[in-house]
């Protein structure tokens, strides 16, 4: 077996056993009757009812699903990707939640105030978030670098600071939609229609452009960590600072690039939520993909394509999710799958010994043990 094919089994593996285990969950607790039926309902939810459709059903019954799917799948790639990137150059970048925020008020901030063509709207607000992710990201590498402050404790801490900044100040208080008037709500302002990430599929679908330019920026970074200079001096930095120090990388730049642009993803999947389906800063962002991406990115093998499959599988199961409950099981299903998987992850030493070939050696009864070499007296 390749080293590639070691690699990227365990992964396999943890999923199809924690798909296995939540299988076997809702068989005990109702039967096993339901436990198929909503696991196919979780598949349609996700993939499109093609038994309806090639029955003669709308094109709506695939569209929709898929785009459901496609939208869950972009933030969990971009979050998953600013997790990856961190981890390359050696660290453990926890606050993808924090930047995040503030990379979807931002970029609610630019499409709701600013006046422009939706030719420059859209990228405005996209950069917008970018950096306001990133330096958000560059005071726990700052820290870190400074200071010696573990990255896993600042940006924890970091994540709080913009839970309580942004949703428990900011878009209740001065950046709430008509603030100082008598019909001032919770939440920012709507954006502008030239904000809006374009919808691929019209009304057939919500898919939008975010989709692509997730996969766009996943291909991106595995050709900067695989073909450029910059991303090999940053692999080399995770395996190994003082080794990478001795050999002239610059230790301290590639680690402020990484974590920046760890940063700058997580505020893109904040944008790509709220110029895409949210079109403002609500009064929460609801799901906390930014911890999602965790999971997502370990799965994935911390590498950019394998990051992106694994978004692609739990995107098409979260989004299908609300469909088990036509039969009576709980909607949060596909995250306790992904959590399994996970912890199953976590086993990877436990993979790969199970993995790992041993051929034994021929018995010969006829051979008589070598004997033992005398050690030498002084």
């Not at 593996?13 to 296995?20: E, G, H, Q």
């Not at 600013?114 to 420059?120: D, E, G, R, T």
């Not at 939440?187 to 030239?194: E, K």
Request: aromatic share 6%.
């Amino acid at each position: 077996m390749g080293d590639r094919s070691r690699a990227v089994l365990p992964s396999v593996f943890s999923v199809f056993l924690a798909l296995a285990v939540c299988w076997g969950f809702i068989a005990v607790t109702r039967d096993a009757e339901t436990a198929t039926e909503a696991y196919l309902h979780m598949l349609r939810g996700g993939l499109g009812d093609w038994a309806a459709y090639l029955d003669g059903g709308r094109v709506t019954l695939l569209t929709r699903p898929v785009g459901e799917a496609a939208i869950k799948a972009a933030l969990l790639l971009l979050t998953g990707l600013s997790v990856a990137v961190a981890f390359k150059v050696g660290l453990f970048n926890i606050g993808a939640q924090g930047q995040m925020l503030v990379g979807a008020l931002s970029a609610a901030v630019v499409g709701a105030h600013f006046k422009l063509p939706a030719l420059l709207h859209v990228p405005a607000a996209l950069l917008a978030a970018c950096v306001a992710g990133g330096l958000w990201a560059l005071i726990a590498a700052g820290l870190k670098l400074t200071r010696g402050v573990h990255e896993v404790i600042s940006t924890i801490m970091l994540n709080w600071v913009a839970v309580s900044l942004v949703d428990n100040w900011l878009v209740v208080g001065p950046l709430r939609a008509g603030a100082g008037t008598v019909l001032s709500t919770t939440g920012t302002a709507q954006i502008a229609t030239s904000a809006h990430l374009p919808r691929l599929l019209g009304d057939m679908s919500r898919l939008h452009l975010g989709f692509p330019l997730a996969l766009a920026v996943a291909l991106a970074i595995w050709v900067w960590l695989a073909r450029l200079r910059s991303g090999f001096e940053t692999r080399a930095v995770g395996l190994g600072a003082e080794a990478a120090r001795a050999a002239g990388i610059p230790v301290g730049r590639r680690t402020l690039e990484a974590m920046g642009l760890a940063g700058a993803l997580a505020g893109l999947a904040g944008a790509v939520l709220v110029l895409g389906t949210e079109l403002r800063y609500p009064g929460s962002l609801g799901a906390p993909y930014g911890f999602d991406g965790i999971a997502i990115s370990l799965i994935g093998g911390n590498h950019p394509l394998g990051v992106a499959l694994s978004a692609l599988f739990f995107g098409v199961l979260r989004a299908g999710g609300t469909r088990m409950q036509l039969l009576g099981v709980h909607k949060s299903y596909p995250e306790l799958i992904q959590g399994l998987a996970l912890l199953f992850v976590a086993g990877r030493l436990v993979w790969l010994a199970l993995l790992r070939r041993r051929p034994l050696a021929p018995m010969n009864p006829n051979k008589q043990p070598e004997p033992s070499p005398e050690v030498p007296r002084a």
